[in-house]
């Protein structure tokens, strides 16, 4: 199959088509055609990942290391003077998406049977559920970064209405501010596109353009730095793996490595880094940017939190590795010690946020923020474990979240409140389900033996170990676990243990334990978090080798 | 310069399938006693008692042979590989046969004990699981494994400790016992971060002999060594290799409610009694003290003193604590931490052999105790009904039950005077022991390291007052509950436990007794210390400890027989001191009886754990609650607020520039509409519709044209 | 006779020309004031032809402005007809309805 | 070069020499004939001739067009005919094929005009002239010699005061007496003025050699006189200011096949004669550059700023057309030849434009009955298709970029920018400036035609023939070239390229 990833990227838009097309007499059709097209969609990238052999050695910013690569030229204009203007569809998977991809089919498929029981405007709802899909799968395996926020641009539209529509009583306030934030930062994404276009080439085009055999890369490459090929032969790119190459920037540009350029004082290539860093630190969260996350989840429909949770933030931190660390290296080894720190204070903050939360989602959206902070302190160690960590935390909790917002869905389907100190006692009205609310928790506040644990044991060693960031931050963010424990257990305490009693009477007849829907959903997830803890392996050998020449490519440019 | 991937070659041996089972049956029986509804206790029983059995046969077969490692490859993280290994030596075997031991006496013991409560299935996969990771914690020889398998015990304490989960004091002590435990694994990961980034693995075997080779150059300490092929020079700050050992210990201390996280096991108490007694009495608190043996090679000079201050420490104010308890589990509980104390402070002055030889006693003996007990507090709620509500657990509701169950009182002298440490009880050889290593040690050490010394012998003291204080209110005087609740046939209805709850606590009353270990009085002469030789550090020179191993026989036998004799005295001091305050109607017995809580600062500050439990409930409990709320206001007042206030500053710059694109821009809009429409007139008034008006036009503008060219 | 007389008289004409057909009210007179241009530069072309005696090209184009010119007079005056016949007049102040 | 031939070689040769010629004239020999045989057709048959007239012509057409495009394979470099009268190059074969075009999609606008049909193929009139324009047309692409370039002007101006004339009603008989009485006013200050030249040059050929060196010893004062006097000519063919006056009143009244085939055939004819003669005469003491920058200056503003207070669409699109005029002096501007491509592009598509427009509104017209703004409130909702083609031909002629208008501004400013930082001569800037402006201002009254369609409501019941679909069918053929150009502009560039603009050989 050669096309393998475009057929993964585009079947649930052909799917979203096929929604819009069939007629509204055919209501419930909506839903099972969406988990159809997720379902297959989740087979191909079953099939993809299993083609995908870890062993393939190459350095990240070459095209060697990538694997189902498609690469056709989408448009070109000629600028006349200023040279040619091409943007391909790049598309390709190396190790560091090849966990993401694999995590959003599942949450994706898990996210459609959830929202199973949507009712108004099922047309529409299936539809935008669909076009996301498609978006968030193109996001994660798109190379070109006009492709690439193409598609991170149209993940907003969507998940604005699915929220804005869809959503809880204050759902316009959430759908706008997490749209207005992810607005903004995509803006700054933009500059730096734009800025990085100008002033980085295609030596195999330039190649083609100037009258070479586009072998000889390395030459041309000479050739452009002494400026034989002039302006008008170069063909600009936006190609994430040439940007990632610091000889394929033209000579004088304005992000060129020399970083002669300044902007108010500082070199333009640390400017460029820093609004890269805060355009995918809001989508991550990181904390000063999180608070649109709290708002989000708690408006939106389960099965949205459940994607957003499961994979949009992790958009954020796979942006931040794709873009703003295999690019700017050494601005990532300037301001490692920032992001360091910014993620160990995510970490306990997220986590005393949460323990003062009095909605249960608000509380899962907070320890979110929390583990997202583990992934920004493994980056910021920029040493093998610390990466691995990193991209298998964003895995791990992308399950578990995902299983969290399940099991507060559960209960707000049945009576519409999220509040904790509204329950008490619920072990002893619904036991399997507090079974499975005990596992989440546990995976969720690390307990070895679940997903959460190995990753992060890894980020922390990761990062003790690393030199770019001072070793008391990990041993710092040890706290984090105590008081994810606190959080956690202090909810199940106060919801699940005691005797039962429930605010509201008639509530009582309708917390029934879970239904065969629920279990079809939380069963494999549990599944899931159990083999990725105890075989870490599995995902681990895959992304080895990328991870390996990424920290090669970070500690290149280390002092 | 040797080379880490030698060391973590993938070992097998016939041996890897006996550990398997030692692990899965527990772990079977976890899985599948739910299923078996009311016949899951015998399930579950049977299981132990083949694990058991397994335990024996290993021990028997391999008891001489030199220790066996099995080793795998779990996953690889770039460079390194990260393994799994197990060990089986001496150490392991008797911890395994110990830990299964007394885990199927409990289980015996529980048919009866939980006969009535129908989560029985629970409760019994609930210890299945705690077994599967104790032994786990004992068979693992990978500090990675041991971690793992130290958060699983934490977390089936948790389960079985909030067992009856509808008491909410349970659930909250269950999340106490946790989180105490959590804090602690704090402590555990930092030690597994250092090491790991000094020796690039979690293997105690490739530390163990990376250490040898590691040096301390100027402050540094430098490890050197290859893997597979190219060298790596890993050099740390002197400091964090004590760091490592201390912070090792904090896991230790966590799980072995050392000081100061001591306060979660007087709570644990919640739970079924049986589960004390495996749990907080034998196994998982004394998985601290086998942990700290396990790392004892790699503690250098300061982590080592840390560890005995710590121990002597706690052994001392468990003491204290102990002596004023109403709760008879209570007064168990604190002895428990004190006996800990003795282990890991025997553990910190390099007393390895004394130190485990205890913990091998101490568990038979206060195992004994507690499943005793259990026995009383059993038969004690057979008596409650809708009008007699009493705590079954207070002595004071107890009182001459001799006359009513003499076998239990028998058992129960039995092991009370093992942990009094009386001659002829297995008590008295590991913490004589103990003491002696002690004396040597501060000897050797002098200055301040005399009060450790004292400390402990003041707890031998104290030890054998709160003992005889527990014999004398639960089984001399007359049985009090009558009197209280008015009804004299309730004394009549008071029988001897069943033979199912009697037969564990005969055999561990047994296993007290000295001639188990050695007909001798002196320690060393018992089978388990010849077997059990204290390994030598591995820590570099510089900062290795001074070893009892290298001190000469001579001062130990000079000290021997001085040690002895204070040591006895000391306990029956204790006792004839507590026989006097404590004898039916004495004056201190009279008041312990009515009153709610001792007199005096003395007997409040034993009462209340020396105020710790409240010092941290108030102190830092609301302190980070206090935070987190304070974060939490801050995070949607400050933060929201400040992207609030933008919002509305961006409505109010809107309206702003709408009044100024209004009057000013529109108006200049406006001046160029309006312009262009004058010019559009202009050039349209030329269109008046004569013709000759049209060519006089464009004449003249020719003529225009050209004279502008012109000139 | 001097060379330049005929230039003057030639620009002369064509300012007659140009004055009558700004200034007439009557379109046939107007036509009459664009013959008279026409001829102004037919005068010219004829003195300027004597420059080159052999191809004689003034005078060859001459001859073709004649004949063009007696063709707009034809055309000329049937419009001034057709457009008498709708306003009763050859007035051109009076037919001036398309405006603006 | 004429008079040398003349002289040393006899009746014979000579003869040989333009019959040798007349193979190149082929397309305007079967034009002719096909006037011939409208004629002839008109006078043999009495009743319904219109199929067989339209027939006639269509047939006469497509040959012709065959023709050109075999002579456009043929000719590669511009060749002399009948001894430098005219001076066949691909430029003019180029245009000649536009015109051909144009005029076909003028005839399928009259047959689609409903009651204007019938007067249209009734008799052969109207068709006999428009092929005279035609005629015209071409012959003046291919003058180079002042006499042939005066004498194809009038047979273009001559037709089209008789089209404008021939059919009844009092506002035509108006119109053609204007247009007859400016015309010949202007082409009587041509001839003087070519009087002039030819007195300086002693030469009618422009590109004689003697002609090129006579140029440079004229004082810089009679010569300017002159060269305005005879520019003053070809601009009224242009429909530039100042001559301009004339075009909202004659496009006003015309019948609309007709005003659509005035928009763009003498226009584009006179451009080249314009581009011929101001690259021939190129003496310092004339700044050209200056002289057209105004003109355009002039034309541009004029024509887009009294657009804006039109009642009727078709006086808008008159001024229209005069803003377009001034667009293509833009490209002669540039003087270069990426210039002269634009200028050509932009003049092919303002022909696909105009036709485009002219037929939509002819469709309209046969709607509503008259061409006023009022009227045509709230069409949108009844006829979509047709609005949503005027909706786009709007957008081509302001110029947004879904349409070819698009790549024609940006062709034609790109060469203005490249010839300004050639010769940074500063009437470029203004030029470039005043081009942004009028296009900005043209959005305003281009799109107030969709506006109404769409926006307004109906003031009373339209009754609609139901021959939408077939209009819009055709009307998609036409504007779908505009579209399509966007896209793929480097077809009708490639086609350019292979234009070279030399103009002489001497």
Redesign the interface.
Known sequence: MVHLLSYIVFIPLVAALLVLLTPKVYQNLYRVLTVLGLGLTLVLIIFAVSKFDGSVQGAINSEANLQLVEKTEWFSMSL?SLGKFSVDYFVGTDGLNVGMLLLAGIVLLIGAIASWNIKEKQKAYFGLYLLLSSSILGCFVALDFFLFYLFFEFMLLPMYFLIGIWGGPRKEYAAI?FFLYTLVGSILILIVMIGLYNSVYDPVKTALEAGYEASQVEQVQQLVQDGTIKSGQIVKSFNMIHMADADNYIPGSFLEKSGLAKIFGQPARWIAFLALLIGFAIKLPAV?FH?WLPDAHVEAPTPISVVLAGILLKVGGYGLIRTAFVMFPDSAYHYSWLIGFFGMFAII?GA??A???KDLKKLIAYSSVSHMGFVLMGLAAM???GI?GAIYQMYSHGLISAMLFLIAGVIYDRTHDRMIENYG?L??QMPKYTVFVAIAF?ASLG???FSG?IAE??V??GS??SSAIPAWM??VA??G???G??YY??TL?RM????FWVKDKNWVNSLTDLNSREYLMLVPLVILILVFGI???LL??LI?NS??SF?DHLFQFRK | MIDLQDIILPKSDPIIYWIIALLAIPFFSFLSTQKFRSKAPHWSTFLLGLNTLIAIYLTTRYWNSDFITVRGHWFKLGETQITYSFLVDRLTLIMSVIVNFISLLVHLFSQEYMRKDKAKPRYFAFLGLFTFSMMGIVLFNDLLFIFIFWELVGLSSYLLIGFWFEKKSASLAANKAFIMNRLGDLGFITGLMILYTQFHSFDLEAIKSLMIYSEIEGGNWVAQFTNNGHEIINTLDGRWLSAAGIALFCGAVGKSAQFPLQVWLPDAMEGPTPVSALIHAATMVAAGVYMLARIFVILDAQALEVVAIVGAITAFMAAIAALSQFDIKKVLAYSTISQLGYMVMAMGIGAYTSGLFHLVTHAFFKAGLFLSAGIIIHQLHKLESKEVMFNAQDMRVMGGLRKHMPKTFFCFLMCALALAGLPGFSGFLSKDAILLDLAVWADIKGGGFYIPEVLAFATVLFTGFYTIRMILLVFFGNFRLPIIMQKNELSGRLKEGNWIMLVPVAILALLSLSPVFGFTLNAEHTWFVEAMPTPIYLVPISYAAKSLVDVTPETFEALHGLVNAVSIGLAIVGIVIAYLAYKPNAKLEQEFVERREPRGFFGQVSFYHWYQDAFYRKAILKFVMLKAQALSWFDKKVIDGIIDGLAKFNVVFAHLIKWFDRYFVDGLVHLTVFTSGRIGQLTRSIQSGNVQAYILASFVFLILLMLYLVF | MPFDYLLILGAFLFCVGLFVVVTRKNAILVLIGIELMLNAANINLIAFSSFDPNALQGQIFSLFIITVAAAEAAVGLSIVVKVYKHFQTADLDKINELKG | MLISQLQHSGLKEKLASTSQDLWALLPEIVIVSTIILLVVFDLIFKKNKSIGLAAIAFAGLAYCFVLTIQQWHSVESSKALMSGLLNLNRLSIFLKGGFIIGLTMALITAIRSGDLQKDFFKSSEILVMLFGLLLGASFMTLSSNLLMIYISIEVVSICSYILTGLTKGRKKAEAAMKYLIYGAVASAIMLYGMSWLYGFTGTLNLTDQSFAIAITQIPQLPLSIACVMVMGGFLFKLGAFPLHIWSPDVYEATPTPIVAVFSVLPKLAALVIIFKFVNLINTPLIDWELWIGILAIASMTVGNFSALWQKDIKRMLAYSSIAHAGFLLVGILAFSSSGNQAMLFYGSVYLMMNFGAFYLVQILERQTGDTSFQSMKGLGIKLPLIASLVLVVMIALTGLPPTAGFNGKLYIFSALWESYQADGHDILIWVFVFGLLNTVVALFYYLKLPYLLFFKTPQSEISLDNKEISDALVGTLFVLPLLLLFFRSDWFVGLMNSINFELWIP
């Not at chain 1, 699940?496 to 005797?499: E, M």
């Open positions: 006349g501010k000063p608070t903050y005393l946020n323990l003062a939360q040493t093998v474990e691995s006692g072990a002893s546990f307990l070895p033996g644990f044991l890894m922390f060693i003790f170990k990990p041993v040890t706290t676990l105590v008081l424990a606190g257990l202090w305490q699940f243990f005691g005797k075989y870490p392996s681990l050998d080895n991870v390996e920290a």
